[in-house]
């Protein structure tokens, strides 16, 4: 499924019309780039399980616009100041994760050795999810004194709302047929495997904090939590009647570090 090439000529679609708003209102800009550890919570391993949590994780990168409402690049002046201007700044992503996934946990421990848990052991998936949204950060504290402070510190937090493409892969180190076969497939994951890529909505919610580097430049970390509303995100999705440890949907933890510079 090609879906990064729709989403990049989304993104651009996004950012053009992010110009336009730039061109009549008069914000500023700042562009950057982030990177991290991305934990994936999914229906791979045993839930609340530390080795699960530490086994499954992976990679993200991203690309980040911002507009900054407390100056204006056209008069290279603050705006009028405002509650909301002096606190608040619009965030456009495109971001990119992947994530290698199997089971740990008690249910694949070396001591058991029935058929049950030789499926589960043998099980393999990853999943390479591409997204593009927006986000809200509220800065509790002034802007303009951050972006005047070179050494200072701007703690935020965040929410908003992304549009991801997922690419899951299921298969089993027993042989072919896993979703299918019973010779292969723990009872669990009958009828519950698919490795069909789709689209799905998904909230994000961060907390972070940046750091003046330069008068253009800021350092950034924040830890973020995206939920997505799909259960299909890994490919797995045992039937949440009989599962129920398993009725959550797909959701991950993502420890951004990035670079913003401001183009004024």
Request: include cysteine.
């Amino acid at each position: 499924m090609k879906t990064p090439k729709y989403i990049i000529v989304l993104f651009l679609l996004l950012f053009s019309s992010l110009n336009k708003v730039n061109a009549q209102f008069g914000f500023s800009h700042e562009v950057g780039a982030i990177i991290g550890p991305v934990a994936f919570q999914s229906d791979y391993g045993e839930r609340s399980d530390l080795s699960t949590n530490a086994g499954n994780t992976g990679y993200g990168i991203g690309l980040i616009h911002y507009l900054n409402f407390s100056y204006k690049a056209e008069c290279n002046c603050y705006t009028p100041e405002t509650y909301f201007n002096d606190h608040f700044k619009l965030r456009t992503e495109l971001s990119y994760n992947k994530t290698n996934l199997q089971h740990f946990g008690r249910w694949v421990e070396d001591s058991k050795t029935s058929l049950g848990a030789q499926q589960l052991r043998a099980m393999r998936g990853s999943t390479s999810v591409t997204n593009i949204g927006m986000q809200l950060e509220y800065f509790p504290y002034s802007i303009r004194d951050f972006s005047a402070t070179i050494g200072a510190w701007a703690p935020f937090i965040s929410l908003g709302a992304q549009f991801s493409f997922y690419n899951p892969e299921a298969y089993s180190e027993l042989g072919p047929g896993l979703g299918s076969l019973p010779t292969v497939t723990h009872p669990k994951y009958i009828n519950a495997v698919r490795n069909d890529g789709s689209s799905t909505w998904s909230v994000v919610s961060s907390v972070g904090t940046r750091y003046k580097l330069t008068e253009l430049s800021d350092l950034m970390v924040d830890l973020r939590w995206q939920y997505y509303f799909s259960n299909w995100v890994d490919g797995l999705n045992p039937d949440p009647t009989i599962y129920t440890e398993n009725k959550a949907n797909d959701w991950n933890v993502w420890l951004n570090f990035g670079y913003i510079y401001y183009i004024n």
